[in-house]
């Protein structure tokens, strides 16, 4: 049973450099989500996507993109990486495609702890 | 406007005592609820969620949760805690107007023997 599986599980990066972080769930779930989280601030939304093609912007989108590859594979890209990216992020998943469940995670990997100097 | 809080940063219990660990919400409405958990370097795992109904939920691994509408809280517990219960706990709301869903700031649980 893998479910959400992210990688690389650990990256250094120098400032301004780029950087895809990639997710990939078993699930045939539709929903998809990019979360980071920072100490004393739980988890903020980054972007997530609905379905196969389709994305949103969550909480804090700036500075990153995505890309919904297939239902999946959800990859979120730091295009020039700044010190306030360093943080653990978070891929999720749920089933819904469709209604206000879309917005709900129930599957996490296990991060990606991301440093940035 | 904050709109899910967890008053407790850190927590500490011995063994087999009991646990309630508080959130409360900010939301004109009843919100949907959740508590998850972390495990440390792990991602979260959905302990339990009250849509509606009865207010007492039952999730897994021993643990429940109170909706209290008059208090604007939704109170994680459980009877006699195990050190395994050791971890991160973080609340959540989502608000279906706007469809917005928020995480606590998180509740870290230390069990000691």
């Known amino acids: 049973n893998a479910g959400v599986t992210q990688t690389p599980k650990f990256q250094v990066l120098k400032t301004g450099q780029s950087m895809t972080l990639q997710c990939a769930q078993d699930?045939?779930?539709?929903?998809m989500y990019w979360y980071r989280q920072d100490p004393g601030m739980g988890l903020r939304l980054i972007y997530y996507?609905?379905?196969?093609?389709?994305?949103d912007k969550g909480e804090v989108p700036n500075g990153y993109n995505v890309s919904r590859l297939n239902k999946r594979e959800f990859s979120l890209r730091l295009e020039s990486a700044a010190p306030s990216q360093t943080s653990v992020y978070f891929c999720?998943?749920?089933?819904?495609?469709?209604?206000?469940?879309?917005?709900?995670?129930?599957?996490f990997g296990d991060g990606t702890r991301l440093s940035i100097l | 406007a904050q709109s899910v809080t967890q008053p407790d940063i850190h927590i500490t219990v011995s063994e087999g005592a009991s646990l309630e660990l508080r959130c409360n919400y900010s939301?004109?409405?009843?919100?949907?609820l959740f508590w998850y958990v972390q495990s440390p370097g792990q991602g979260l795992q959905l302990l339990l969620k009250y849509f509606s109904g009865d207010t007492l939920v039952q999730g897994i691994k021993g643990f429940e949760a109170e909706f209290k509408r008059s208090q604007s809280s939704f109170n994680l517990r459980k009877p006699s805690v195990h050190w395994s219960d050791a971890a991160e706990y973080f609340c959540a709301v989502f608000l279906p107007t706007g469809n917005q869903f928020y995480f606590g700031t998180g509740t870290s649980l230390t069990v000691i023997p």
């Open positions: 699930m045939n779930h539709n929903s």
């Open positions: 999720a998943s749920s089933i819904p495609g469709t209604g206000s469940e879309v917005h709900q995670p129930q599957h």
């Open positions: 996507s609905a379905s196969e093609g389709t994305t």
């Open positions: 939301y004109g409405a009843t919100p949907y």
